[in-house]
């Protein structure tokens, strides 16, 4: 693939979507046509694919008895046949909202236009004839109006509420369209059509503004977009309706699966635009997986057959016009503000109860756990902590063991103490080199003879001794093992298998990734979860050099890094989250990391996230990491997750237990991702 082709949002199945908020007059048709001409090429020229205008814009909405004079039918005909000349130089398709005539009767309709074709004609469902709004006086409800067909603008064109529109060169382009109220009704007419295969799903509306109501329609489009996995995009009209009786805000929003991704902003007195990327590879992989979402289908099997398809060219343009879209740097990290301490309390609290639950089901007496002064035991340590107070257990139920080895440092061994003092728990130390000596000398290994070799059985040995004693430990004092290792080791196999920290009797950390331990111990100093004594050490931990300290320092005295070894865990959790979460592509990960990771002023940070720590990589580097991922992720780590021991669930971006969202053999090939991700992604 050419460097062009893999900027390409086309390329990786996203569709450039926008909600117009265009300027109108009542009853003004003429002008009304050039204001939506007008953002129709704005939106040409920010290379849109597809454009939702408000309902009835062509017309403008709040004209009441006007809509049934034929002077203004007769330039609502006349100003479509202008929009769809014009259209024939434009690239997005348009959704515009005109009432229209058929078979001696009115209807509030959206017309799509693309490239000088008139697709077709969506007549609205459901007409509201309640409280302010009265449309039975002026149109025809259309939700029963299918396989029709009418004259419009010198074209016979499809109309009725049965179309859905695909495009035929872009895979996923589909969409359907729906009209104000049809949002408000129980069952929505785009549950349906999303059953049908669309999966973009958009609506032209009015909806006069009143106090509370733009919240209303962010809880209809979230859910909707959830319900029906799917992107909805839903325009409502501005100022420049009429406000005899009623007022406008133009809100436009735009979501997926249930993400906002985009919103206006309201109350605007100058035309707008909002514009982003809608993935709708993720929406197919989604479905693929959510079984339910077929079943429905075939429950509602006649309800789906109904729907004809239109298809037509949309000639994409397959050119790097970046990407306009929230792409989240870290996936598993809590990102709304206004709810971060909920997230993060909850992300702790599910820790805690899984452990609560094991730790009464078994009716140990204590908990074991070895502490190494680094992140996953720091915060496995804290949950265990937590636990005993919320069971009011003294914290010495915790028996805590520190266990240095050849390569252990100074600093993380005096974290570890320093940690274990502060949190009470009853600490002990025992020196593995004595036990791992012995152990290298009986194997005939060379450092038992004082070479300096430190492969991966010197690493092993030093891992498997310590989850032994812990094991033997547990035995001895009617206890048992907490587990430290996390998703993001599980992830990529970054762990002893068996008698090592691949083991214990509870996983408790096994479905939190490396970057959300991170944030959560900040959290936990930063809402004073404990005294200022363990604080200051989280922070000390925090601040440390990630390392497995099997290997001794270099004579530069650098210490072993795992992240020089295996990579930045910031991209593998990104990696692990859209491959294992979605099912997406390595080429299509690339293209994602590139856009999240590549600069650094760019985009959003965790809320708190330290500065100095905002890292930037170039597509180089994350193709690089991607590749080691891929080969420890598919090719040989499978066994290890295959085994691994119990433990919660806490992201909704999933985990990787064999009884829960990821199953796979244990030897299957790396290969065809391999290949993917070489043949579709630059070297530079």
């Known amino acids: 693939m050419t460097a062009d082709r893999f900027y390409s949002l086309h390329t990786h199945g996203f569709v450039r979507v926008a909600t117009a908020t265009p300027a109108v007059r009542p009853a003004d048709v003429a002008f009304n046509r050039d204001a939506i001409l007008s953002e129709a090429k704005r939106a040409d020229a920010a290379a849109c694919d597809l454009v939702v205008y408000p309902e009835l814009c062509l017309s403008s909405y709040a004209i009441d008895d006007l809509h049934l004079q034929g002077a203004l039918l007769d330039a609502v005909e006349d100003a479509v046949a202008d929009l769809a000349d014009a259209s024939a130089s434009l690239c997005p398709v348009l959704l515009i909202g005109a009432p229209l005539r058929f078979r001696g009767r009115v209807y509030n309709c959206a017309i799509a236009i693309a490239r000088g074709r008139i697709l077709g004609v969506v007549p609205k469902s459901f007409l509201p004839n309640y409280r302010e709004y009265y449309e039975k006086r002026w149109f025809s409800a259309g939700r029963d109006v299918a396989n029709e067909a009418m004259l419009l603008a010198g074209q016979t064109v499809p109309f009725g509420s049965d179309l859905i529109f695909e495009a035929e060169d872009l895979a996923g382009f589909s969409f359907h369209i729906e009209i104000c109220e049809d949002y408000w009704a129980p069952i929505p007419p785009s549950s349906h059509a999303a059953l049908a295969g669309a999966t973009i799903l958009t609506n032209l509306s009015a909806s006069n503004i009143t106090i509370g109501k733009a919240d209303e329609r962010h809880l209809l489009a979230r859910a909707q977009s959830a319900r029906a996995v799917a992107a909805y995009a839903y325009s409502a009209s501005g100022p420049g309706e009429s406000t005899t009786d009623l007022a406008w805000d133009g809100q436009g929003m735009i979501y997926e699966l249930g993400d906002l991704l985009t919103q206006s902003t309201r109350f605007d007195l100058e035309p707008e635009l909002c514009i982003t990327d809608v993935d709708t590879q993720r929406i197919l992989n989604e479905r693929a997986r959510m079984q339910t979402y077929g079943d429905a289908a075939d429950h509602d099997v006649e ?382």
């Open 303 to 684: 309800a789906v057959r109904r729907f004809r398809r239109v298809r037509f060219a949309h000639e994409p343009h397959f050119a790097d016009r970046g990407l306009i879209r929230p792409i989240r740097r870290f996936p598993f990290v809590p990102n709304r503000p206004e709810h971060l301490d909920q997230d993060c309390y909850e992300a702790f609290s599910i820790q805690v109860e899984g452990l609560r639950r094991r730790f009464e089901a078994t009716r140990a007496k204590h908990l074991i756990i070895g502490v190494s002064g680094g992140l996953d035991s720091t915060h496995a340590l804290i949950v265990a902590a937590k636990m005993c107070d919320k069971l009011k257990l003294p914290r010495d139920t915790i028996l805590a063991f520190t266990m240095p080895g050849f390569a252990t440092g100074e600093e993380s061994k005096g974290n570890a103490w320093k940690l274990m003092d502060a949190l009470g728990v009853k600490a002990e130390e025992i020196d593995i080199r004595p036990a791992a000596t012995r152990m290298l000398e009986d194997m005939g290994h060379p450092f038992s003879e004082g070479e300096p070799v430190y492969d991966v059985t010197f690493e092993n040995v030093q891992a498997g001794l310590r989850t032994d004693y812990l094991f033997r430990l547990a035995g001895q004092r009617q206890g048992f093992v907490i587990g430290t290792g996390d998703l993001s080791e599980m992830a990529l196999g970054w762990c002893t298998y068996g008698v090592g920290d691949q083991m214990s009797h509870y996983a408790v950390n096994t479905g939190v990734p490396k970057t959300l331990i991170q944030y959560l111990i900040r959290w936990t100093t930063r809402t004073d979860q404990f005294d200022e004594a363990t604080e200051e050490v989280l922070e000390a931990i925090l601040n440390a050099e990630i390392s497995p300290e099997l290997v001794p320092a270099g004579e530069d005295g650098k210490v072993q890094s795992t992240e020089d070894q295996i990579g930045p865990y910031a991209l593998h959790d990104f990696f692990v989250h859209h491959i294992a979460r979605y099912g997406q592509k390595p080429s299509k990960v690339a293209f994602l990391a590139w856009h999240a990771w590549h600069d650094a002023e760019h985009g959003y940070w965790p809320m708190g996230f330290p500065t100095d720590k905002r890292m930037a990589y170039d597509l180089s580097t994350i193709r690089r990491w991607l590749e080691v991922f891929c080969k420890r992720f598919y090719g040989f780590s499978q066994y290890k997750r295959s085994a691994l021991p119990n433990g919660p669930k806490v992201s909704a971006g999933g985990a990787l237990s064999p009884r829960g969202d990821w199953r796979a053999p244990s030897d299957a090939s790396a290969n065809l991702w391999l290949a993917e991700l070489r043949d579709n992604v630059p070297e530079a």
